[in-house]
C-alpha cells in the first residue's frame, strides 16, 4: 500500500561511496518496513537491508553488514542506504520495497517495489 521510488545510483570507482535514497509515500503500520535489494541480470534478486519504519529496528544481511548502513528520516519520508568500500561486484540494479518487519530475520512480505537505480562500481 506504499508507494516508493529509489535514487542516488551512479557509477563509482573500487573503495568510493554512494548514498541511494527511497522516497515513501502512502499508509504504513506499526510493522512496516523499508527493505532494499539488488539484482543482478541472470541471479536472484538479493536481500541486503531493511528498517522498521516505526522505531528504527535494522537487519543487515552478512554480506553487507560491516559496509552498509541503513537508515530513515522520517520527517522527510526518506529512507537511505549509505554504501562505502564498494567493490565491483556491488555492481547490480538496486532496489528499496515496503514490507514487515520480523525480529530476528530479513524483513519479508514486500507488496510495494520501487523502479531500480543502477550502481555500478569500476575497477
Known amino acids: 500500500d ?3 521510488q529509489a535514487s542516488g545510483g551512479g557509477s563509482v570507482q573500487t573503495g ?3 548514498r541511494l535514497s527511497c522516497a515513501a509515500s502512502g499508509s504504513t503500520f506499526d510493522d512496516s518496513a523499508i527493505g532494499w535489494f539488488r539484482q543482478v541480470p541472470g541471479k536472484e534478486r538479493e536481500g541486503l ?3 522498521k519504519i516505526s522505531d ?3 537487519y543487515y544481511e552478512d554480506s553487507v553488514k560491516w559496509r552498509f548502513t541503513i537508515s530513515a528520516e522520517n520527517a522527510k519520508n ?3 542506504l549509505q554504501m562505502d568500500s564498494l567493490k565491483p561486484e556491488d555492481t547490480a540494479v538496486y532496489y528499496c520495497a515496503a514490507g514487515t518487519y520480523y525480529s530476528g530475520r530479513y ?3 514486500f507488496n510495494s517495489w520501487g ?4 550502481v555500478t562500481v569500476s575497477s
Open 56 to 58: 528504527g529496528s535494522t
Open 115 to 118: 523502479q531500480g537505480t543502477q
Open 107 to 109: 524483513c519479508g512480505n
Open 78 to 80: 526518506t529512507v537511505y
Open 2 to 4: 506504499v508507494q516508493l
Open 49 to 51: 537491508a531493511c528498517i
Open 16 to 18: 568510493g561511496s554512494l
